[in-house]
């Protein structure tokens, strides 16, 4: 019994270290970061600049990241002056992503995670993982795991009115 117990307990310990291993840098200019679409097609790097930006780390086989879709679609449209990005961050569920997008309707872009990112940011280990930055490149919210639109919106206004 002693022995199952340690065992529990060291899973525990392992999960939150790994839930909290990530650390966002305080700025990150996106601006500077060629992204490519999901179809391989580039982002216009014109689309980031002089906006606040919604960076969203999702996988399609992540069912909370399947959930914020909506709510970060609706973001999107509710808000021309942000920029909603989903950086789909595994490479062999690209089509799988552009899949679910169209069945979702999914408007904002979703774009392929790149070595350039990853230099910038370090490791991401845990999806969801949002970040919220300013038009000025700081990063207001770092959150790992999946938020409720309502705090999505108030996340994505305080990047928007940030400096």
């Not at 996988?59 to 021309?80: F, V």
Request: glycine fraction near 8%; include cysteine.
């Amino acid at each position: 019994m002693r022995v199952v117990n340690l065992a529990l307990i060291g899973a525990v310990v392992a999960f939150v270290a790994r839930m909290h291993t990530f650390a966002a840098p305080h700025r990150l200019d996106v601006t500077g970061i060629a992204f490519e679409r999901l179809d391989g097609s580039p982002l216009p790097p014109q689309m980031l600049q002089g906006r606040a930006v919604v960076l969203d780390f999702w996988a399609p086989w992540c069912p909370p990241c399947r959930a914020e879709m909506p709510w970060l679609d609706n973001l999107q449209k509710s808000d021309p002056g942000l920029v909603v990005l989903g950086v789909e961050d595994d490479p062999d569920e690209y089509g799988n992503g552009l899949d679910l997008a169209r069945r979702k309707a999914i408007t904002y872009p979703l774009v392929r995670s790149s070595q350039a990112l990853h230099q910038k940011l370090g490791s991401i280990s845990t999806l969801p993982t949002t970040l919220f930055i300013s038009r000025s490149g700081r990063v207001v919210h770092a959150v790992t795991g999946a938020l409720p639109e309502g705090v999505l919106r108030r996340f994505a206004r305080d990047a928007q009115e940030s400096r």
